[in-house]
């Protein structure tokens, strides 16, 4: 009787969880599909329904709401980010699992110790170091700030290559294989789950992120923001009456793409954590 009374209240707690983090997300896509512009809050569901708030985010871009632009901005630096980051954290991942040198274990602790503080402490900085390279309000310069300490996440992509048999690397050395043979023949084609694992966190990163992106792009033509930034600026105080059906719509697009990409590769981004958490 004790267990199935446990059962029931850890199920009921689960479930009141559950609807504490579904409510803001069902009431933010009904709220795209209202016909009412503003913020209603005597109705959780629209009294009138439409589509025109997703037809206005692509077909009828104004001077306030260009989501085209901002859609397009955030997939350049989301796709470069990735792919440069991507590049960096296998590489380092390798080498410090794959590879013997000299102040290697020191290397991998300072680079978790730095990994540790949060990266507001260098906002600051980094902000003027780019703005005397002229890369502070421009995509080119988002890209290299988010890809530039990518490698430091290296732990998990290392924890799964060293499930790897050493024994394959091994035989390939014995065959005259290079590091780089070695580790785009053998290691590579044997790590999709990580890789996967890490592609979809080095595009979530720059896709989402709003603060550092507000911080270099100083730029107030709406045509060079990002996708973060320009939805913010829906819900500023004088404009949240006319364009708050509109963000919604905006939340509603961004979100799905990624929604998509985390069902389609579910299986690939369990493997890798699982398998990169096995060794340290």
Not at 129 to 148: D, T
Not at 149 to 165: E, Q, R, W
Request: contains cysteine; proline residues 4%.
């Amino acid at each position: 009787m004790k267990k199935k009374v446990k059962f029931v209240f850890h199920h009921l707690l689960l479930t009141f969880l559950s609807l504490i983090w579904l409510v803001p997300i069902v009431w933010l896509f009904v709220t795209s599909l209202s016909g009412y512009k503003g913020i209603n809050t005597m109705n959780f569901f629209p009294t009138e329904w439409s589509l025109d708030n997703f037809v206005q985010l692509f077909l009828r871009p104004d001077t306030v709401a260009n989501f085209p632009a901002w859609f397009k901005n955030s997939m350049i630096i989301g796709a470069f980010s990735c792919l440069i980051s991507t590049s960096f954290v296998l590489m380092v991942a390798y080498a410090m699992s794959c590879m013997r040198f000299k102040g290697r274990k020191a290397l991998m602790s300072f680079a978790i110790i730095l990994g540790m503080f949060p990266g507001v402490l260098s906002m600051i900085a980094i902000y003027f170091v780019m703005k005397m390279l002229s890369l502070s309000n421009s995509l080119f310069g988002l890209i290299v700030i988010y890809s530039a300490g990518s490698g430091l996440g290296y732990l998990i992509c290392k924890g799964f290559f060293d499930t790897i048999p050493v024994s394959l690397r091994e035989s390939a050395k014995l065959e005259g294989a290079s590091e780089l043979t070695i580790f785009t023949k053998i290691v590579i084609p044997l790590s999709k789950p990580i890789i996967v694992y890490t592609v979809i966190n080095s595009f979530l990163a720059p896709w989402m992120d709003f603060v550092i992106a507000k911080l270099m792009i100083r730029s107030k033509n709406p045509v060079d923001w990002t996708v973060a930034m320009g939805l913010y600026n829906l819900v500023q105080r004088t404009l949240v009456g006319e364009y708050f059906s509109v963000f919604c719509a905006g939340g509603v697009i961004v979100a799905v793409p990624i929604s998509i990409l985390f069902v389609l590769m579910q299986k690939f981004y369990v493997e890798g954590v699982t398998g990169g958490a096995v060794k340290g």
